[in-house]
């Protein structure tokens, strides 16, 4: 009896079962991210089929790239310090209060995560540019790139501490607060040390997402500013030189795969399991709450507002001058008059049916994953973590371009255009798993155990109580698998037909063309897709909103 409680402990599928759901996502990474990285890179550092170890020695001991190795490091960690500490006090508020709005505020801070990076771009430059509203010039230095990045990730942290912060039962400060502590002592010994893990898990994807900052940095940064990420690109698609950028690939690989496992055994350390909370969060009930939570509300809405303010505003500007809705009517216009471009409502139609395919696999691979991670043996789990979080730190150009040229077998699948979703999906996996594993991780045991007694068998026990405690992470995880599809470029941009583009690629298509008019309709169309973004993200967010009955 001891035995059997303990393997229900351990993992309510058994050995055997544990090991299934493992292998089904470590196949899936297998075929789509290990075999076309490990073949683009084989091919990249050797010459007539053998390697040549000559290329490395040269490209590691070039100060110039040993320079962009060094930048793309602190400026990742700048951009992560800097973003949990602005997205703390509004995961807060968004975990602990109900107010007028709050799913439509919470729905507005992921927009930002999920527009194009030429377009933000721009917005920025318009802000503190050559040209910016405010008179400074912040172009090619440290502070702008930062900022970017902050505005780009800060839904990361409101909405992963948050959502792992509202399951936290508020009696345990309570109790803390009764006992004589003050509300600095009771959140610095109670809560703060039930966030560890989410805190964990959104400061890595924080990071990683900063470590391979590519639009950012190819717009507002320089020659001196440069990730290795604009450099993979600048490599292979200006100087052709497939061996410099398949050798700072596999550095990027290496850099994050030690930072992966380092994260890896701080995880295993710090998760805890706690009471979750079974009631809606309430309305501030005094004036000092009150201000609190308008103040960080205001804060927020500076934050994500004035970019997208200006990127709303530059889209009514019309290119013959005033305001107007020249730009979006340019958009139904350009079609006739440019092949480059496809008409917006079939850009925008493919760009939902992709996503709703990406989130559908990103979320099935997710939860095997993140169950794997919870179950399996601490060897094991830590491992399969480092493998799921690879694709974050891989060059999405490195993936576009590995899929064209290793997946042609078994099946070729090159001319699939299952290939977009399944590239959108990679991208995102790790952050369904982030999003879903503390909150598999903190499910009590004696939970299934009692299931178990009462005749469940593991697999229903499983169903029952560990999805039903993590369905709004799951649905969370999902929202963020459809955004991250809504708005990837870089992997699209090699594997998508002339007659099947996404928002963005149409997007970039536009940029590309001369003059104030396409520019325009670039920007008005990146106001579509951050409306469409935010009515999706809105959607789930009702659905995910918790009732009175439930755990």
Same mark, same amino acid.
């Given at each position: ?5 303990? /393997? ?7 050995? +055997? ?11 899936? %990474? ?6 076309? !990285? ?15 170890? +000559?290329?490395?020695? $040269? ?27 602005? =997205? ?12 007028? =709005? ?23 430059? +318009? ?7 405010? @008179? ?15 505005? *780009? ?10 959502? *792992?912060?509202?399951?936290? $039962? ?23 040390? /039930? ?26 940064? $320089? ?7 604009? #450099? ?6 200006? *100087?052709?030189? %497939? ?11 290496? =850099? ?9 055994? *701080? ?21 000092? #709450?009150?201000?609190? !939570? ?29 305001? @107007? ?55 094991? +789990?830590?491992?399969? $973590? ?166």
């Amino acid at each position: 009896m001891d035995s059997n409680r303990s /393997l229900i402990g351990r993992s309510p599928f058994g050995g +055997a079962g544990t090991a299934a759901v493992v292998a089904v996502p470590a196949l899936f %990474l297998a075929y789509f991210f290990l075999y076309p !990285v490990a073949t683009i890179t084989y091919r990249g550092l050797t010459t007539d089929g053998r390697f040549n170890p +000559a290329v490395l020695g $040269d490209i590691l001991s070039d100060p110039t790239l040993q320079g962009v190795a060094a930048f793309t490091l602190w400026q990742a960690v700048i951009s992560t310090v800097l973003t949990v500490l602005a =997205g703390l006090p509004a995961a807060w508020i968004f975990a602990r209060f109900d107010f007028p =709005g709050k799913s439509l505020m919470r729905a507005a801070t992921l927009v930002p995560f999920v527009l194009p990076t030429l377009v933000v771009g721009t917005a920025f430059l +318009a802000l503190i540019g050559p040209r910016g509203v405010t @008179g400074v010039d912040l172009t090619g230095t440290l502070a702008i790139i930062v900022i970017a990045h902050v505005f *780009y990730n800060y839904a990361i942290v409101v909405r992963g501490v948050g959502t *792992y912060w509202e399951r936290i $039962d508020p009696s345990l400060e309570e109790a803390a607060r009764s006992l004589g502590a003050s509300r600095t002592q009771a959140f610095r010994t109670i809560t703060l040390p /039930l966030l560890r893990p989410a805190i964990a898990s959104t400061s890595a994807l924080v990071f990683l997402f900063s470590f391979t900052s590519f639009g950012v940095i190819l717009l507002l940064g $320089d020659i001196h500013h440069s990730t290795i990420e604009v #450099e993979i690109w600048r490599q292979t698609t200006a *100087y052709l030189r %497939l061996d410099i950028a398949s050798t700072l690939a596999v550095m990027q690989l290496i =850099g994050v795969g030690l930072i992966l496992m380092l994260y890896g055994r *701080y995880q295993m350390r710090t998760t805890v399991q706690f009471s979750h909370r079974a009631s809606l969060p309430p309305r501030p009930a005094n004036r000092h #709450e009150r201000t609190a !939570v308008w103040s960080i509300l205001g804060i927020s809405g500076a934050l994500v507002g004035l970019p997208l303010g200006i990127l709303i505003a530059r889209s009514m500007m019309q290119p013959q001058g005033g305001i @107007g809705f020249a730009n979006y009517l340019n958009l139904f216009r350009l079609t006739a008059k440019s092949g480059a471009f496809v008409h917006p409502v079939e850009a925008i139609v493919n760009s939902l049916s992709f996503a709703v395919i990406a989130a559908v696999i990103g979320v099935t691979i997710g939860v095997l994953a993140s169950a794997g991670l919870s179950y399996a043996r601490p060897r094991v +789990a830590r491992t399969f $973590d480092l493998l799921v979080m690879l694709p974050l730190g891989t060059s999405a150009v490195t993936i576009g371009f590995g899929f064209l040229v290793a997946l042609d077998w078994p099946v070729d699948l090159r001319t699939s255009l299952i290939l977009i979703p399944i590239a959108h999906a990679l991208v995102a996996i790790p952050f369904v798993v982030r999003t879903i594993s503390p909150s598999m991780g903190s499910v009590q045991h004696h939970l299934r155990e009692a299931a178990a007694t009462l005749g469940a068998t593991p697999a229903k026990a499983w169903w029952t109580i560990d999805l039903r405690l993590v369905s709004r992470s799951i649905l969370v995880g999902g929202a963020f698998a459809f955004a991250i599809s809504m708005g990837e470029f870089g992997a699209t941009s090699f594997i998508t037909r002339p007659d099947t583009p996404t928002i963005p690629i149409a997007i970039f298509r536009l940029l590309g063309h001369p003059g104030s008019t396409p520019f325009g309709a670039a920007v008005a169309l990146s106001v579509l897709l951050m409306f469409i973004t935010g009515i999706a993200v809105l959607i789930i967010d009702s659905l995910r909103r918790p009732t009175a009955g439930e755990l």
